[in-house]
């Protein structure tokens, strides 16, 4: 079945700085890729998504990188501000979403 | 703002009580899914819908599970004598026609705690 990972539970840097959070992926049959950005209390908010035949999609201040070869995705966050303080989930597949567990991104003043 | 709305957003029942949650999503979302999600894990798939029919349902969705969307239009997910177990953030997510090229949004869940 498929399982989706994720390298840190919790990510920690500067205001200002770039973020860059990490997913293992076991699945290749899915094709479908997405991010997405989960506040307190709130539900899952879409951020990006990318598709297989694709390396890499840009969006505002966030980039998504896809290896397929070693089955690892990847959410850049530019100029890391206190608003993306939140936790980011990656999540595989067209129909029902298989998800990580979660990173948890602290932004220090 | 996702145009999925959920009802009610927190839920405090005793154990062995009946609950429903509602889901609304806009008119131009034909798929509607429920997740559960317990804190510190990421969302689970429950089941799902394609207008008024319901697709697939996930091992986790017990017979005191049952989700209708009568009209193709909103969605309820019943949980029947409720266990502490059952405590967790529903989801609802809903997307268009066709998951080649439509993501699913999500609501802002609903927060079911079991005494």
């Known amino acids: 079945g498929e399982s989706v990972g994720l390298h840190l539970p919790t990510l920690s840097v500067q205001e200002g700085d770039n973020s860059i959070i990490n997913c293992a992926y076991s699945n290749s049959a899915s094709d479908y890729f997405i991010w997405y950005k989960q506040e307190s209390g709130k539900g899952p908010q879409f951020i990006i998504d990318i598709r297989s035949n694709m390396d890499k999609r840009q ?6 990188l896809l290896n397929k ?17 939140a936790v980011y989930f990656c999540a595989q ?5 298989v998800f990580g567990q979660g990173t948890r991104l602290t932004i220090n003043p | ?13 005793k154990r062995g009580q009946n609950v429903t ?5 806009i008119s131009e979302h034909n798929r509607l899914y429920w997740y559960r ?6 969302p689970e798939f429950l089941t799902y819908f394609q207008n008024e029919a ?6 986790l969705l017990s017979d005191r599970f049952s989700a209708e969307r009568p009209k193709g239009s909103f969605s309820t997910l019943e949980i029947q004598r409720t266990e502490q177990g059952d405590s967790a953030m529903y989801l609802c ?6 998951p080649s090229t439509d993501t699913q949004y999500f609501g802002p869940g609903t927060r079911l705690t079991v005494l």
């Open chain 1, 59 to 64: 969006g505002q201040r966030v980039t998504v």
């Open chain 1, 69 to 85: 070869t070693v089955k690892h995705l990847s959410l850049q966050i530019a100029a890391t501000q206190p608003g993306d303080s």
């Open chain 1, 93 to 97: 597949g067209a129909q029902k979403l």
């Open chain 2, 1 to 13: 703002d996702t145009g999925v709305s959920q009802d009610p957003r927190h839920k405090i029942t």
């Open chain 2, 21 to 25: 949650f509602r889901c609304d999503p």
């Open chain 2, 37 to 42: 999600q317990t804190l510190g894990q990421g």
């Open chain 2, 54 to 59: 319901q697709l697939e349902k996930s091992r």
């Open chain 2, 93 to 98: 997510a809903a997307a268009g026609a066709n």
